[in-house]
Structure formats: C-alpha cells, structure tokens
C-alpha cells in the first residue's frame, strides 16, 4: 500500500512537538490533521482552573524566553508574560534558606552571594566561569558538543559535592526531572545558557496559553481531540472507535511507551516516562514567597522538611 499524496499528514499527539510540527508543515502548505487521546491541547503543559479563578499549571512549568525555536514560534506580547527574578530562595538540609541571584543581573547580589554557604568561593566563581564560556557559543553550537552525563561534566567542571547536592540537583534536577543528573552534558550547557540569557517567565493565563496560540493558528478543524489511535496501518491510521484515516504520512508526537506501541519491533524506544508529582497548597494571609518572584528549591532529599 501507498501513501495518498491527496490526503493530509497526519500528526499524532497535540503537545508542543505535535503543535510545532503542524504548524511549520501548515506554513509550507501542506494539509494537516492533529489526533490525540485527549480532551484539550497541550499534553503535558496543561492549565487547570479552580472554581475560585485560580489558574494551577501541571508540573514544574516555565518558558525560558531566550529558546530560540520559542522566539520563532510565540507571540510574546499577546501572553502577557510574567517573568522571575533570575535567583533562587534554596532550602537547606538543616531546615535553613539561603539566596542565589544570578550577579549579571543584578550585580548587587554578587555580595550576598559569596555569603551563600552553598559551596566554597571557588564554586562561586565556576559558576561565572560556566556563564561565560555559554556567552561565548551559539546555541547550536553547545549542543553539538560532545555529550556525557551532567553529573560527570559538574564533577569534572570542579565543583564540590556540596554545590552539586545544594544547587544543581534541585534545580537542574527539577528541570530535567532528573535528580540523579544523567541528562546529556551539552543540553545541560544549552539550558543554563537559556537561563542566563533570557528569563524564566509564566503567561498571565497559565501554561496551557502556549499551545492554545498554536492551535489557534490551524485551521478550524485541523485537531481532533478524544481521538485515540489505535494502530499504524501502512498508509493509514486506525483510530480507537474503528475509523481509518488515509495519511500522505504520519508524524508520531508521543512518548516513549506510545512510540513503542504505535511501532512494534520497529526499534522504537520502550523506556518509560519520567512521573512527577505536583501538588498545590492553598495558604491564608500574605504569599510564603514574599512576592520577591524568586524561585523556591528544596535541597533536601524525601519531603520537603517540617517547622
């Protein structure tokens, strides 16, 4: 069997690479059709609205404003971005809280910083070392860097254990959803870079606005939501109630379980994805953060310690 060149490709999966990829392949001309299991775009960035108006992004959600596939695919200005400071208020084992602002930004804070008991002045200025080693590559070019471990690259790089255990493990950690640190070495580079160079922001409405602007950018019709795909089938896709769809190709969007189930023994990866837990408390009087916009971290391992 062929494939239709009449018919549309079709993109399994509506989160951000299935958004993405239609959204070039619309701007080339070319037909599409989204499908994917759920009941709203977005995959895993998802926005859920309280009956009290309050807006709960899932999962540990930011946009790093300097990506560049981001600058080429969002309008910035129609989500009213609300940015962090670039720092962090970072909780201590023994129950303390120290502050780590990034020094470019605010030069001010470079004092406070050398104070931090995370790590020896020596990790400090690793630090500045790292930042300007980034600054002096494009973004293509740090990923394009051979590769090892995160956790192998800060240990060479020279930091202490007590700056890998205070800083890098819960934030990068919290990034990658990855405590242990096994993420490829130059997508860590890629990413701190992202951090110094632009912000770390949340549209006003929430997370979910970044694939509702795709979405709203294809034509009406162009994603079928509650559409679960049961099977490839040559040239075609057979969909969970019985329907196939002719295809001039497929473009798989999913996650590592669903490209394996999708692709039998076509080599298709069959790790399972990375689970997280998010959960929100609602608290009376003036916000925990103290309304600084700097990120909260917890060094601790296990839950979060008790006063």
Request: proline share 7%; aromatic share 8%; hydrophobic share 45%.
């Amino acid at each position: 069997m062929t494939a239709d060149s009449s018919a549309p490709i079709v993109i399994v999966g509506a989160g951000m690479a299935g958004l993405a990829c239609a959204t070039w392949l619309h701007r080339a001309g070319r037909a599409v059709r989204v499908l994917d299991a759920a009941d709203a775009v977005g995959g895993r960035v998802r926005t859920d609205a309280t009956p009290d108006g309050f807006r709960l992004d899932r999962g540990f959600q930011v946009l790093l404003t300097d990506y560049p596939e981001a600058r080429r695919m969002f309008d910035y200005g129609a989500l009213s971005l609300r940015a962090f400071r670039s720092g962090a208020v970072i909780r201590l084992p023994n129950g303390t809280e120290t502050t780590l602002q990034n020094p470019l930004q605010r030069p001010l804070a470079a004092l406070s910083a050398l104070a931090s008991p995370i790590g020896g002045l020596a990790d400090k200025l690793r630090i500045l070392r790292l930042v300007l080693h980034v600054q002096q590559h494009t973004p293509a070019e740090l990923l394009a860097r051979p590769g090892t471990d995160t956790l192998g690259f800060l240990r060479r790089y020279g930091w202490s254990e007590s700056m890998i255990d205070n800083f890098f493990r819960p934030f990068f950690g919290g990034v990658f959803l990855d405590r242990g640190l096994g993420t490829a070495s130059n997508f860590f580079e890629f990413v701190f870079q992202q951090f110094v160079r632009g912000e770390a922001a949340v549209p006003a409405l929430g997370m979910q606005q970044l694939p509702e602007q795709l979405a709203a950018r294809l034509p009406a019709g162009t994603i079928q939501l509650n559409t679960a795909v049961a099977a490839l089938e040559g040239p075609y896709v057979r969909l969970a109630s019985g329907e196939t769809l002719a295809t001039a190709a497929v473009a798989l969007a999913v996650d590592g379980p669903a490209l394996a189930r999708l692709l039998p023994g076509a080599g298709a990866p069959s790790a399972g994805s990375r689970l997280t837990t998010n959960t929100y408390f609602v608290a009376e009087g003036p916000s925990p953060g103290r309304g600084d916009g700097l990120l909260r971290l917890n060094a601790a391992r296990g839950p979060w310690p008790t006063t």
